[in-house]
C-alpha cells in the first residue's frame, strides 16, 4: 500500500491513509496471532544516531511481532560513520541488506537527506528539534481511541514547544482535521518555531493561543500534551536550569481539568508530571506508549506490501543517484542545525514559498527566510 514511499513529515500520508494504518492498527490489537509471521523474512533496519528507548524498542518489538528480523546500531560509534562515510553511503549500504529503514538523528533535515539515497522505504524517528512523525501517529489514535474523534478538539501543547519535535509534528498532522482549537503553553524564550508559527497563522482548520500559564486554560481542554524541557538542545545549560521547572502537572492541578480531559505525554517524563498523577484514570500516557508498538507494526505491514499478498521488490535494488534540479542550488539553508551544514555533498534543495514568493524554504530543515535576505547572503 506504502511501497515506495517514506515517512518523513506527518504529512507525507493522507487522512485517509492514515485511518487505514489506525484501522489496521485496531484489528492487529484485537488478533495478533493473525499478524505474527506476515512479515517472516523481511528485514527492518534501525539507524540510531541518537538516544532512544521507546521509539526503537517499539519498533523492534514490532517488527518482531510480526515475524520479522532487525538489525542496526543505537549507537553510531559502532559504525562506519566515524571512520567518515557519509550518509548517503550508509543509507545506500543498508538499503542493500534491510527491507525498510528507521532512522534516528540529532541534525535536522538528516532522514530526509537519507531518502533521497536509499532504495527503501526511510521512516524518520525524530531528526534534532524538528520532526518525529511516528510518535504523532501514535498520538493521534491515542486520541481517537480514547476520545472517539480527531476532529472538535480542545489541545494543550504544554513544555518545550520550540524543540519538542513531537509537538511540531502533532500542529502539522492536526491541522488537517477540523475545529481544532490550541492552547500553546510555554515560557516566552520555548515558544514554537517561525515556521509551525506560520503554519498555524495560515491554517483555516486551527485557532491557536499563546499563553504562559497552565492555570489559565487547563480547565478548557480535552487534552493535555505534556513535554519534557529538552535539555539537549540548549546551548547554554544555565538557560535550561532557568527554565526546567516551568510547568509541573500535580494532582492538584488536574483538579481544575474536565473530568474527561485526557493526559498524553511522549515520554521520557523528567519532572513535568508528578508521579501521584499516574494512577489518575485521566492519565493516558503509558497506554499511548504500548499502543505505538502497535501503531508501527501496522505501519510497518502497510509499507512492505505484505497484506494480500502484494508482488515482490526485485532482491537486487537499483541505487539512487539523485540529481539536484533545482533553481536555487547556489542559494544555501542558514540554519546552523540543518543536515546541510554536516554533509557538504548534499546538494541544497531551496525552494520559494509564500503567497507573493517571497520566502525561501529549505527542503531538508523547513526553515523559512525572506528571499532578499538570503539572497543578500549569498
Ligand atoms: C520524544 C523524542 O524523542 O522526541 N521521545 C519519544 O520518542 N517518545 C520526546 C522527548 O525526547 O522528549
Excluded at 545506500?92 to 541534525?107: E, F, N
Excluded at 498524553?264 to 492519565?283: G, K, M, Q
Excluded at 497506554?287 to 502484494?310: E, H
Aim: with cysteine; net charge neutral; aromatic share 8%.
Amino acid at each position: 500500500m506504502l511501497i515506495s514511499r517514506h515517512l518523513i513529515s506527518p504529512t507525507d500520508f493522507t487522512v485517509e491513509e492514515i485511518e487505514r494504518i489506525f484501522t489496521l492498527a485496531d484489528q492487529i490489537i484485537q488478533s495478533p496471532k493473525q499478524y505474527s509471521k506476515i512479515c517472516e523474512g523481511k528485514i527492518l533496519a534501525t539507524m540510531f544516531f541518537e538516544p532512544s528507548t521507546r521509539t526503537r524498542l517499539s519498533f523492534e518489538a514490532a517488527m518482531s511481532r510480526l515475524g520479522g528480523s532487525t538489525l542496526g546500531f543505537a549507537d553510531p560509534a559502532s559504525s562506519s560513520i566515524t571512520k567518515g562515510e557519509s550518509l548517503a553511503d550508509t543509507i545506500r549500504m543498508i538499503s542493500s541488506y534491510a527491507d525498510i529503514a528507521v532512522m534516528r538523528h540529532p541534525v535536522e533535515g538528516a532522514p530526509k537527506a537519507a531518502s533521497h539515497y536509499s532504495a527503501i522505504p526511510v521512516i524518520n524517528a525524530g531528526d534534532g528539534g524538528h520532526q518525529h512523525p511516528t510518535q504523532t501517529l501514535t498520538d493521534l489514535y491515542t486520541i481517537r481511541a480514547q476520545k472517539g474523534r480527531l476532529n472538535n478538539l480542545t489541545i494543550g501543547l504544554c513544555g518545550d514547544l520550540k524543540n519538542g519535535r513531537t509537538v511540531h509534528s502533532l500542529i502539522e498532522a492536526l491541522s488537517r482535521y477540523k475545529q481544532i482549537q490550541l492552547y500553546l503553553i510555554s515560557p516566552t524564550e520555548l515558544r514554537v518555531p517561525g515556521y509551525v508559527w506560520e503554519k498555524l497563522r495560515t491554517e483555516p482548520n486551527i485557532l491557536f493561543e499563546e499563553v504562559t500559564s497552565l492555570d489559565e486554560c487547563i480547565q478548557h481542554l480535552d487534552i493535555l500534551y505534556m513535554t519534557r524541557i529538552q535539555r539537549e538542545r540548549f546551548s547554554s545549560e544555565e538557560e535550561y536550569y532557568q527554565l526546567k521547572d516551568s510547568y509541573i502537572l500535580d494532582r492538584e492541578k488536574m483538579q481544575q481539568a474536565k473530568k474527561d480531559m485526557i493526559v498524553l505525554h511522549p515520554l521520557p517524563r523528567i519532572n513535568e508530571i508528578t508521579c501521584e498523577v499516574d494512577s489518575d484514570p485521566r492519565a493516558c500516557y503509558f497506554l499511548q506508549a504500548q499502543y505505538g508498538m502497535y501503531v508501527r507494526m501496522a505501519l510497518i505491514v502497510s509499507f512492505l506490501g505484505v497484506l494480500n499478498g502484494q508482488s515482490e521488490p526485485s532482491a537486487i535494488k537499483q541505487m539512487a543517484m539523485p540529481k539536484s534540479d533545482r533553481k536555487y542550488e547556489d542559494v544555501f539553508c542558514p540554519n546552523k542545525h540543518c543536515i546541510t551544514k554536516r554533509e557538504p555533498n548534499l546538494p541544497s534543495r531551496m525552494f520559494l514559498t509564500g503567497n507573493s514568493q517571497q520566502f525561501f524554504k529549505c527542503e531538508y530543515c523547513d526553515i523559512e527566510i525572506k528571499k532578499e535576505k538570503l539572497l543578500k547572503l549569498r
